[in-house]
């Protein structure tokens, strides 16, 4: 598949993803992203935002992929029963928060627990080693719950603008090779 026969649905996080952030400027550079917008991006509302990804696939005129980055990926896991059966076709998971930490904002904490039943379609998790919102252990136990395929980033913070990833070239190539493992 390539990213023109598919939407690719950008789920961004907390207080969503900046200008400089590799979610931003992927929807920038790619004419099939469309960013899930929420109604308040300082407030996620654990019912709300999974409600507003689920009607943005069933609005898509094309396969989805869905893009999501740190609380974007909880949001994607409980629209998942939501979602019409075989329109997503796959998703490209990056830094997911662990929402089982005691320490995590009360902001993000009400999207916890982390659900833990397997995606219906194929996944790649990204997970840094350095990740402050979730050990690299955690996230090793997310794929094996979610049926990912896991990629170790290494040392990459919370892989964000922040981190130093604005223009993530090998986040790209992940997820071409995501793409091209997709019918």
């Not at 961004?12 to 004419?31: A, I, M, N, V």
């Not at 407030?43 to 999501?68: F, G, I, N, Q, S």
């Not at 409980?78 to 089982?100: E, S």
């Not at 790649?124 to 980033?153: I, K, M, N, Q």
């Amino acid at each position: 598949m390539r990213s023109t026969d598919a939407t690719l649905l950008i789920v961004p996080g907390w207080q969503g993803s900046g200008p400089d952030h590799w979610q931003s400027r992927w929807e920038r550079s790619l004419s099939s992203a469309r960013r899930v917008e929420q109604a308040n991006w300082d407030r996620p509302d654990r019912e709300d935002w999974p409600r507003r990804l689920a009607a943005a696939v069933a609005a898509a005129d094309k396969p989805v992929v869905v893009v999501a980055h740190s609380l974007g990926v909880p949001t994607l896991l409980h629209a998942a029963p939501l979602l019409p059966v075989g329109k997503v076709r796959g998703a490209f998971l990056v830094a997911p928060p662990d929402l089982d930490v005691a320490e995590l904002d009360p902001m993000v904490a009400n999207f916890g627990p982390m659900p833990t039943a397997p995606l219906p379609f194929p996944s790649v998790l990204v997970a840094s080693r350095t990740d402050p919102y979730c050990s690299y252990a955690r996230a090793e136990g997310f794929a094996l719950d979610w049926g990912s395929a896991l990629v170790d980033a290494g040392d990459a913070g919370h892989i964000n603008a922040d981190a130093g990833y604005g223009p993530w070239p090998e986040g790209s190539m992940r997820l071409l090779g995501l793409l091209q493992s997709l019918k």
